[in-house]
């Protein structure tokens, strides 16, 4: 930014006085520097931290976010930034100016233009190694610390640490060996398609390096807060195992250069049989690379500023190879070297214990057998037994090196695969015989090691061009990430594509075919392939690659840890968390351990070349999710995805992501599936157990997508019957401390759905929302906490209404969204409605099931909810009954199967019994609701049970009129007091005038009796349906109270048949663990409201658990496929 913005401060004396600020003030402070600040010229309002002082080279301090809430105005809570709602710096300044006094009551909350650009001016991300900036919500509260602001650029912080990175090992000791087995094209092809892989990669982690700040952490913070903390933990940890398995891979490589190459005499074990030298090669690669790995465990713990010193020493290293290289290929245009390869017809020998190409030699005119000879047979001796393709083929020495003029490149255009143990050859030279050569393979003839094919080769090739994002990794370090980190990595990744396409091509061009199949050198007296052709001796190859393994181990060993300990203390891995800890001043102690006992795992493997695909895998499982992140935060049009680097789209991620995909299961399909299990695992365990983080990512912004296009597609249609399962919006009673009456509610919606389908828990609280905003989120909180307990999986909704009834019919309308709405609703039986001197309460139990049945949902209400089983219980051998008295659906069917699907009432039977009438055939009754359930494919036992027209008897008639005599009580609850005590009083009198009346007169006839003309009806009835004894007749109707005949008919009839029925499923399932029975609908006329819940109770008598079922006017259930 060119331009300079500079605050001129207005003097309040001059607001005061209605004078504008001076020209000449306003001049004077528009020419002075910020360096004027720094030698002590004060600004005017010292007090406001948007004026003060600053020097410009004294260190900066770091600003975290605050993700506590921040209350301000209204009481809404905002997240905090560096920038917005940070008002614990400003605390101590207060606006004091009348400019902007319409804004005066937010400036706690929202700052001033000045002070917000000058907080961004003073951001700076944190260095590499120290605390992620977005862990200001530590409990610990970390101090802010000061750093000297970032002052690398592009070269020094990104392009050189990628290129040391990426060159490296396999380089130098494979890739010779590559070229000789696959051939130019098909090497090619393999460096192609990884370089590819890593370039789309490179692009898209340049656009998620680009969207914003990125704090130190590198990938793993790109993936975390691009993909959410499941998949950033998964692939956090998988990079984490990929660079440790990188550490093992350099050790290796180190202790293989130094064995074979620097020092082989200083192996331990050795071999006196060539069949046994792999496994002495491998013993010292174990032994040597555990004593390396301690050495450089203890130089990472005791001095890591010296590593990272170190690592421009390491990187000449490999550039000076590199051009060691460059070099001998030129030379070998003028003047090739020396390296003579002995061949055994088209063999090649192992050049170790021989110093001359011959069979036999002239010494003084006489010949004799040379060392070669021993090696084929019994003996010197000319007539010795020997080997029988020595006899018959020629011994002739060719260059190793024939130079880049030679035409050599069409030799090795194609591949040499073959198996292990397989020879050695050459096709130009002429072989006689030797067609069993495993018979040979023991003898001193160069042969594979291992079994070479195209895949194998892929997995062994792909860590040559890991490390780019050594530079996103230092992102804290940089003068300017967003255009370094793109620009840096970009020309890294291209310039050593360069490197290795020409290495290919100069490498077949320059040596000879069978000396590139020679992986250790043993054709050129052990010599390091690579090192013959470079300039200007080999042993600035071996020099040069000996040194950059052992920094690119030491730079592993070092980066490891500290990814790990920002995994661990993101605090999404609980298990982790101890590798959180450190030294005092922030060394991962206790991750460098556990990064060392890793390590030593691919020590003990002691193979390069099967080491090398382990980590091809992690650090393939990290570049997918690198360009999955970047094509769905492409794809989404999030708000805050705007990169700075344009030169990305989403199908060219889709496509990286494609090729990393394919590379993994190229390289080793096996490997593939156990690394993909192991993220899998790690995404599922911190799914389950790991701290929930909201860190705006991508997936969260994926399934609002995905959630937003299925409740549109489900808007479109009702759900069929075959798909309809209970959506259960849950109203909850809290008590006075908002804490949740009946938590057996949620156990019994887990039970009843199993985990599937839609929860809403609803609760309702009196007041106004403004009032009630934190005993609103205290309850939802309190609700939240219950359903985790509980285990009960679904959403929460607290309403503040201006009274309890309106507040439930909001819940019952609008809960829900779109197709995603509830169909069911349930509810505890309010039990206390007898005690309780507020008769709202029963009311409104009442109005919800009328709007419950208006709105056409169904209608679950549970008795003595507080006895039902938690879901830790296990019921045993017992029953679920199902009183199936009307058809309104066919819910009552499917709940019991619902259930048994539980755990909790998996052990039980299901029962269903109907009740018939006389008129009814129970038989044929039963036969066909067996044949309707064996159609619905429900398990259960039937039972028909008869209800005889039996006579309403006294009791029925008593309770009748205490009912309705407690209903007159209540209909006065809105008189006075006095009102209300006089007419429980004359109603107290008229009970016992009638009962002395009704004994004066109990021998009188029974047309003393006054009656409603129903008193005919039933006599009628009575004789007419079935023959009776007509004294018995008449003597209920002697012992009829007068006040009988004033009652409803109505409700005499009602509670007839609640008692009846109640009788009867007392008699068949009171030891039922759970009964299930259709509820009656509340009268039409709502004056009858209480003795609704009257005859509900007398139903429910006697019952212990007992589900109230009413369906909601549509089939739930079916018996088409």
């Known amino acids: 930014m060119g331009d300079r913005f500079v605050v001129v401060p207005v003097d309040k004396g001059d607001v005061a006085d209605g004078r504008q600020p001076s020209s000449g003030s306003a001049d004077v402070q528009a020419t002075r520097h910020p360096g004027d600040v720094a030698r002590g010229e004060k600004p005017e309002l010292e007090q406001d931290p948007a004026f003060e002082p600053h020097d410009l080279n004294a260190a900066v301090p770091i600003l975290e976010y605050n993700r506590e809430p921040n209350k301000y105005g209204d009481g809404v809570p905002k997240e905090n930034s560096p920038f917005i709602n940070n008002t614990d710096n400003d605390k101590s300044s207060s606006y004091d100016g009348t400019n902007m006094a319409l804004f005066e009551e937010e400036m706690d909350s929202n700052p001033m233009v000045s002070s917000l650009l000058n907080k961004l001016a003073n951001y700076t991300n944190l260095t590499q190694g120290a605390q992620e900036h977005e862990e200001a919500d530590d409990d610990e509260g970390t101090k802010k610390k000061a750093v000297k602001s970032p002052q690398m650029g592009t070269f020094m912080g990104v392009y050189l640490p990628c290129l040391q990175n990426i060159l490296g090992v396999i380089l130098f000791l494979r890739l010779t060996w590559i070229v000789g087995t696959a051939g130019i094209l098909e090497s090619l092809a393999i460096v192609g398609l990884c370089c590819s892989c890593t370039m789309l990669t490179a692009i898209s982690m340049s656009a998620i390096a680009t969207n914003g700040v990125v704090p130190a952490g590198g990938s793993y913070y790109m993936i975390s807060r691009s993909l959410g903390p499941e998949f950033g933990g998964a692939v956090g940890l998988c990079f984490y195992l990929g660079t440790t398995f990188a550490g093992s891979m350099y050790i290796l490589g180190t202790i293989e250069i130094l064995l074979t190459y620097i020092v082989p005499k200083a192996a331990i074990f050795v071999a006196e049989k060539k ?97 070669l000879w021993k090696l084929f047979c019994n003996g010197p001796e000319l007539n010795a037994t020997c080997n029988e393709y020595f006899l018959n083929n020629n011994v002739t020495e060719i260059q190793g090196i024939p130079g880049l003029t030679s035409g050599v490149i069409s030799e090795n255009m194609w591949s040499e695969y073959g198996p292990l143990g397989m020879l050695d050859e050459s096709k130009k030279l002429p072989s006689v015989g030797g067609r069993e050569p495993t018979q040979d393979i023991y003898l001193p003839y160069v042969v594979n090691d291992i079994a070479s094919f195209f895949t194998l080769l892929v997995g062994i090739y792909f860590p040559s061009v890991t490390g780019i994002m050594a530079g996103s990794n230092r992102s804290g370090d940089l003068r300017d990430a967003q255009r370094s980190i793109p620009v840096g990595t970009i020309l890294a990744i291209f ?48 020099i040069g690659s000996f040194f950059s393994c052992c920094g690119a181990g030491l730079q592993s060993l070092t980066g490891a840890p500290r990814l790990l300990q920002a995994i661990a203390r993101d605090g999404i891995v609980p298990f982790l968390q101890v590798f959180g800890h450190g030294k005092a001043n922030g060394e991962p102690t206790w991750a460098l351990l556990l990064t060392a006992g890793i390590c030593e795992i691919g020590i003990l493997i002691a193979s390069l070349d099967a080491v090398a695909p382990i980590l091809s895998m992690f650090f393939l499982m990290c570049y997918l999710f690198v360009n999955l992140a970047c094509a769905v935060q492409t794809l989404l049009r999030t708000p805050n995805w705007r990169p700075r680097f344009k030169y990305y789209h989403w199908a060219l991620s889709f496509l990286g992501m494609s090729l990393c995909l394919a590379l993994m299961f190229i390289s080793s399909w096996y490997y593939a599936i156990v690394a993909m299990a192991i993220a899998g695992c790690i995404y599922k365990y911190i799914e389950y157990r790991g701290a929930e983080k909201e860190w705006g990512d991508g997936i969260r912004g994926l399934s609002l997508n995905a959630a937003r296009f299925a409740l549109i597609r489900l808007e479109e249609a009702p759900p069929h019957t075959k798909n309809w399962r209970p959506q259960c919006l849950v109203l909850l009673n809290l008590d006075s401390d908002q804490a949740v009456k009946h938590p057996r509610l949620l156990s019994f919606t887990s039970q009843l759905k199993a985990g599937k389908g839609l929860t809403i828990v609803g609760n309702v609280l009196e007041g106004t929302f403004l009032t009630k905003e934190a005993e609103a989120k205290k309850a939802e909180q309190n609700i939240k906490s219950s359903m985790t307990a509980e285990r009960t999986k679904g959403f929460c909704h607290v309403v503040v209404s201006s009274n309890l009834r309106d507040g439930v019919s909001h819940l019952v309308q609008s809960a829900g969204l779109g197709g995603m709405k509830h169909n069911t609703v349930l509810m505890a039986w309010p039990g206390t409605w007898k005690q309780s001197n507020d008769p709202q309460s029963w009311r409104n139990f009442i109005e919800t099931v009328r709007e419950t049945t208006s709105a056409h949902l169904a209608l679950l209400v549970a008795k003595n909810v507080d006895t039902f089983p938690t879901n830790q219980d296990r019921l045993g051998e017992g029953t679920i ?241």
């Open 275 to 371: 069949e046994d030298a792999v496994d002495a090669l491998l013993n010292n690669m174990r032994v040597y690379g555990t004593c390396c790995l301690t050495l450089m465990s203890v130089v990472v713990f005791v001095g890591v500023k010296y590593v990272n010193k170190l690592a421009l020493v390491f990187l000449a290293c490999v550039i000076l190879s590199i051009l060691a290289i460059y070099a001998g290929v030129i030379k070998t245009i003028f003047e090739p070297p020396d390296f003579p390869v002995c061949m055994l017809g088209n063999r090649t020998l192992q050049n170790h214990n021989f110093d001359k190409c011959l069979k036999m030699d002239m010494i003084n005119n006489v010949t004799t057998t040379t060392q």
């Open 495 to 542: 310039t050593t594509s360069v490197i290795y396409i020409t290495c290919v091509v100069l490498f077949g061009a320059c040596i000879e075919g069978v000396l590139l199949r020679d992986k250790f050198g043993d054709s050129v007296k052990g010599n390091l392939v690579i090192g013959t052709l470079s300039w200007p001796s080999p042993w600035v190859i071996v």
């Open 881 to 1121: 009954d199902v009183w199936w008295v009307v058809h309104d659906g066919g819910l009552l069917m499917l709940l019991p199967f619902l259930l048994r699907q539980h755990k909790v009432w998996r052990k039980c039977k299901m029962r269903i019994f109907t009740v018939a009438q006389m008129d009814d055939n129970s038989i044929q009754m039963k036969k066909d609701l067996q044949t309707f359930l064996y159609h619905l494919r429900l398990n259960a036992e039937v039972e028909v049970v008869e209800m005889h027209d039996n006579d309403i008897s006294a009791f029925t008639y008593e309770k009748t009129l205490v009912m309705e005599q407690r209903s007159q009580m209540l209909k006065q609850m809105q008189l006075s007091k006095t009102e209300r005590e006089r007419e429980a009083q004359l109603i107290h009198d008229r009970n016992t005038a009638s009962h002395a009346s009704m004994n004066d007169k109990s021998e009188t006839g029974p047309e003393q009796v006054h009656m409603t003309w129903t008193k005919d009806k039933l006599f009628t009835e009575r004789h007419r349906n079935r023959e009776c004894n007509s004294n018995v007749a008449m003597r209920d109707l002697f012992n009829m109270k007068p006040e009988w005949g004033n009652l409803n008919q109505t409700n005499v009839r009602r509670m007839h048949t609640a008692i009846k029925l109640n009788e009867v499923v007392v008699n068949k399932s009171q030891g039922a663990h759970l009964v299930l029975l259709n509820m009656p609908g509340p009268p039409k006329n709502r004056g009858g409201d209480e003795n609704y819940m009257e005859f509900l109770e007398v139903l429910l008598e006697g019952l212990n658990r007992v589900l109230l079922v009413r369906g909601g006017g549509r089939e739930v259930i079916t018996i088409y496929s």
